[in-house]
């Protein structure tokens, strides 16, 4: 098996020892994205939808650089801070998968940083 790191350009350098996506057999699994710019420093503070749009473009740049689409998507891990955001969340996420939409699941827990009320990881089949 070969293993390939994927880091788009203008990456940001990361809290912790992990890559922004790794691809292995054409599989591309997407680190847990937070809504960070390039300096970690949580954006759109207060606002889920915005948080979740900065989250999957985030994710998209990932998936493009790997050669995919935000179709090739099969698999999103959704972790909330607060259920009051659900909907907010759901609204946007409808948006980047419009036709048929990946597996996924979504808990609430607590995040990295207090200001961030979203991440998600994904799981996308490139090629």
């Not at 937070?34 to 473009?57: I, M, S, W």
């Not at 996420?93 to 996924?104: N, T």
Request: aromatic fraction near 8%; include cysteine.
């Amino acid at each position: 098996m070969s293993k390939q790191t994927v880091l788009p350009a203008g990456t940001g350098k990361p809290l912790a020892p992990y890559v922004p996506g790794s691809m292995a057999d054409g599989i591309l699994y997407v680190s847990g994205t937070l809504p960070f710019d390039k300096d970690n420093n949580v954006v759109h503070v207060g606002d889920a939808a915005a948080q979740t749009r900065h989250v999957l473009e985030t994710i998209k740049g990932v998936v493009e650089e790997a050669g995919g689409t935000m179709d090739d998507v099969t698999f999103n891990m959704i972790m909330v801070r607060d259920w009051s955001d659900y909907a907010a969340v759901n609204t946007v996420y409808a948006e980047y998968f419009p036709g048929e939409k990946p597996a996924r699941y979504c808990i609430q827990c607590g995040l990295v940083k207090p200001d961030a009320l979203i991440e998600i990881a994904s799981i996308a089949h490139v090629g």
